[in-house]
């Protein structure tokens, strides 16, 4: 909007309720969305992102074990970096769908082993978003776990969603090379291979990057999608790519689960591949 407009629109809605309260707290509106940019090394010809998702601690079916599988092999190469997206506690709270009783431990001590259990890896965690076992938390109490546990890892904080900005290695202009990240927990995509598949992909319909990242479904999968972008700059039809990615789970089959007949979930982290020297990325799980 007109910068002009804008300011008359302000001091009418000041105007309007002012007296009631600060007009800057009754909502942003269209704020734009700022990409969170991360620099990494120019002397990387690649790195790898490695989404850790679902650990569900407090779960008596959460694998520690896996996990620290992962931060080992992350730790064993300054090129591996982690984003973290929801769901790292289980918080079977009262009113959630999850059994209360079921928990190893209650929500506080479940926090307090997500901090401990990811300490190793802290300095290689490039962001974090919340999941809907955190939201239970925030729901009943207004208290950010998420915010939390990313404040005392000291990384970003995203919320629901992410969007990265990650500049690494050198193109042969001598520039990085520069990769866009939308990461969100996500949602229900029914139960079937199909349906969440499809419903990853659908994502690219509400936010565009080069990599999509959602999680949730406990479902690990990657395909990639080919995607012709008209370039008015240029002329031409330019080729491109998006990178889903469904970052799978650390549980294997919760009481639920097992009660609703979902199968149990392959476990562990994909792992995303950027070249640094050319733009390109792979994925593997
Ligand atoms: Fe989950
Ligand atoms: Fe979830």
Redesign the pocket.
């Known amino acids: 909007m007109e910068q002009k407009k804008e300011k008359r629109l302000k001091k009418w809605l000041k105007n309007l309720v002012g007296d009631l309260v600060d007009p800057e707290k009754l909502g942003q509106g269209n704020k734009p969305i700022k990409m969170h940019q991360i620099k990494l090394s120019s002397q990387f010809d690649h790195f790898h992102l490695i989404p850790i998702s679902?650990l569900h601690v407090g779960d008596p079916q959460f694998n520690p074990i896996k996990l620290l599988a992962y931060e080992e092999w992350i730790m064993s190469k300054e090129n591996a970096f982690v984003v973290l997206n929801?769901?790292l506690v289980d918080a079977a709270i009262k009113n959630s769908i999850g059994d209360v009783y079921g928990n190893a431990f209650i929500p506080g001590m479940q926090i307090k082993l997500v901090h401990k259990l990811l300490e190793p890896i802290k300095d290689r965690i490039l962001a974090v978003v919340s999941?809907?076992?955190e939201d239970r938390i925030f729901k009943e109490t207004g208290i950010d776990i998420s915010e939390w546990i990313a404040d005392k890892l000291g990384t970003w904080y995203g919320g629901d969603e992410a969007w990265l900005e990650i500049h690494v290695g050198k193109g042969k202009n001598g520039k990085p090379i520069v990769y866009t990240v939308y990461m969100t927990?996500?949602w229900g995509a029914g139960r079937t291979p199909g349906a969440k598949t499809n419903n990853l992909s659908k994502m690219k319909e509400i936010s565009l990057a080069d990599v999509i990242i959602a999680?949730?479904t406990h479902f690990m999968t990657t395909h990639h999608e080919p995607i012709r972008i008209p370039d008015i700059r240029t002329g031409f039809v330019r080729e491109d790519k998006i990178v889903f990615v469904s970052s799978g789970a650390y549980v294997g089959r919760p009481t639920y689960a097992v009660r609703k007949g979902i199968p149990p979930a392959k476990q562990g982290s994909p792992n995303i591949w950027f070249d640094g020297r050319r733009k390109d990325v792979h994925s593997s799980i």
Do not use: C, E, L
Request: proline share 0%; charged share 20%.
């Open positions: 679902d929801g769901d999941g809907n076992h927990h996500g999680s949730h």
